[in-house]
């Protein structure tokens, strides 16, 4: 049972229009949420975050929002750009065995960013 | 700093056979996790490690083995490969654990005939 859902497998915008990502989660005590960006043939990279104390975390063009009464959260990406072309994974770190921690990932939404 | 690095970067396997797949990581983090991507999958957690001589089982170990002797390696051994096998696999580390920022090595890609 995915804890941490993205129900849109690609996006496809224009160049310089917006481009929103969006993940769902299913349990309300989560705190912090993640997403990673992923190129073909390389490792996943950290992109932004975001704690439950926030709503709003911005870092330049990428801003993520956080719905706690939804459970949702997206990114925003503006203006969007080639170079954005990529797939995007949403994850959050959920309780574990012994006390400890796992991160858990979507399914990832691919987003294609047309010149 | 050559971040995370992983070995081999493709890799095939007949049913049976065993391998390991070399992870390494020159920012003398704690934390080292290995993960399998799956088509239209998240990734998940295979095994993880929280510092050289601990590690503990993910959320699908079965049929790999992990050890951490030292603080930059964290290799991953299957055992007896099978076409289930077949897939991405990503290690990667961070200071803390799974709420810090993780780097990723480039992944390897097996397939299992």
């Known amino acids: 049972d995915q804890q941490v859902k993205q129900n849109s497998p690609s996006l496809s915008v224009q160049e310089g229009r917006i481009s929103i990502l969006n993940c769902d989660y299913t349990?309300?005590?989560?705190?912090?949420f993640l997403w990673y960006k992923k190129y073909p043939a390389e490792g996943p990279t950290f992109l932004i975050s975001?704690?439950?104390?926030?709503d709003k975390n911005e870092d330049g063009r990428f801003t993520v929002f956080l719905n706690k009464s939804a459970k949702h959260l997206s990114l925003h990406i503006v203006p969007s750009q080639p170079g954005d072309s990529a797939v995007y994974f949403c994850?959050?770190?959920?309780?574990?065995?012994?006390?400890?921690?796992?991160?858990?990932f979507g399914k990832g939404t691919k987003l294609t960013v047309n010149p | 700093n050559a971040g995370v690095t992983q070995t081999p970067k493709f890799q095939v396997l007949k049913t049976g056979q065993s391998m390991t797949l070399q992870c390494a990581q020159d920012?003398?983090?704690?934390?080292m996790s290995w993960y399998r991507q799956d088509p239209g999958m998240g990734l998940r957690l295979i095994h993880y490690?929280?510092?050289?001589?601990?590690?503990d089982q993910g959320e699908v170990p079965n049929g790999y083995n992990v050890s951490r002797s030292t603080t930059e390696d964290f290799p991953l051994r299957l055992l007896s490969a099978a076409p289930s096998q077949t897939s991405v696999y990503f290690c990667?580390?961070?200071?803390?654990?799974?709420?810090?920022?993780?780097?990723f090595g480039p992944g390897t890609r097996l397939t299992v005939l």
């Open positions: 990667a580390s961070s200071y803390l654990g799974p709420t810090d920022t993780q780097y």
């Open positions: 349990n309300s005590m989560f705190d912090y």
């Open positions: 975001i704690s439950s104390i926030k």
């Open positions: 994850a959050a770190p959920v309780p574990f065995q012994g006390g400890s921690e796992k991160l858990v």
């Open positions: 920012m003398n983090h704690e934390y």
């Open positions: 490690s929280v510092g050289a001589g601990i590690t």
